[in-house]
């Protein structure tokens, strides 16, 4: 008799539900979930309900502090800088997780094909991963929006064909240990083809680790944005990100201090947030640091 692959239920719900029932114990990671989703939706739901348009200037209210008409200020255009800050975390988010989802899928992909090719091929695969590792990142990134423009579309697509490469080497060495496990061998002897063992054996077995790094990669992600944002290589005005409006508040931080104070404020704490739920879902993933569960 065949050995059974690796369980991914129990009596207990599967891995999943256990999972989120060792989140649900974690104060520290329910504080961090419930501050995201507010977060998200204030960013989602704030700028309809603002009287204020996003790109609305006023030259009478330049450079106002917080008031009861507009509760984090206004910049240089007189805009109002609650309006701005909500619809630049939209952005922010969105190329958070849009990059991931190019860079994970990217990743995912080229990980399987090398974890089950041949050892040639896959020695290939694995030195041209070396190579463009040892390629500076940050000045790629730079020369693609120079070169073919700033749209936020180039920006997704530029940011996330260089974070794929540490997804390809998680899931590649998934992938080396579970085919020689006897689910995988058994499958081969039935006659299963490769896809089929790659959408039924395999792929079920590594995106836990996948979705782990993800939420690990998206907080990395607004980072490299913000940084581009921040040397005007970003998210392009009208438009605005949280980085491109911290470093508008950088240059006037010493007269409107809270043109810097409020996006670097909302900016710092979702990276909080999304790096703390990162870490407790790697432990609550892991079957290991939970033995007694």
């Not at 999972?19 to 998200?40: E, H, K, N, Q, V």
């Not at 260089?162 to 590649?172: G, I, P, S």
């Not at 782990?212 to 009208?238: D, H, K, N, R, W």
């Not at 911290?246 to 996006?263: K, R, V, Y």
């Amino acid at each position: 008799m065949s050995a059974a692959p690796p369980s991914t239920t129990s009596s207990t719900g599967g891995p999943w539900r256990t999972a989120w029932r060792r989140l649900r114990r974690d104060r520290t990671s329910m504080a961090a979930l419930s501050a995201l989703l507010l977060i998200i939706a204030a960013c989602l739901i704030g700028p309809h309900l603002s009287p204020y348009a996003s790109d609305a200037q006023d030259t009478s209210q330049v450079l106002q502090p917080p008031s009861a008409s507009h509760w984090m200020g206004t910049d240089l255009l007189g805009r109002d800088l609650t309006t701005r800050v909500l619809e630049g975390g939209r952005i922010s988010l969105l190329v958070g997780v849009v990059a991931t989802a190019v860079a994970m899928t990217i990743g995912l992909g080229y990980g399987l094909i090398a974890g089950l090719a041949s050892h040639r091929l896959d020695s290939l695969l694995m030195r041209l991963v070396d190579i463009l590792y040892g390629f500076p990142f940050m000045a790629f990134v730079i020369l693609l929006t120079t070169v073919f423009g700033r749209s936020l579309t180039l920006l997704f697509v530029a940011i996330g064909a260089v974070e794929w490469l540490t997804t390809a080497r998680v899931v590649r060495a998934q992938v080396l240990g579970l085919k020689r496990q006897e689910f995988v061998l058994a499958a081969r002897v039935s006659g299963a083809g490769t896809f089929r063992i790659l959408s039924r054996h395999l792929l079920p077995n590594v995106l836990g680790q996948v979705i782990i790094y993800a939420s690990l990669t998206v907080p990395g992600i607004m980072l490299l944005e913000a940084v581009l944002s921040f040397l005007g290589l970003g998210v392009q005005p009208p438009n605005a990100s949280w980085g491109s409006l911290i470093q508008e508040g950088a240059n006037n931080m010493e007269t409107s201090p809270w043109m810097l104070l409020f996006p670097g404020f909302f900016f710092v704490l979702t990276l909080l947030c999304l790096n703390t739920l990162g870490d407790a879902l790697r432990d609550a993933l892991d079957p290991k640091s939970h033995l007694d569960d």
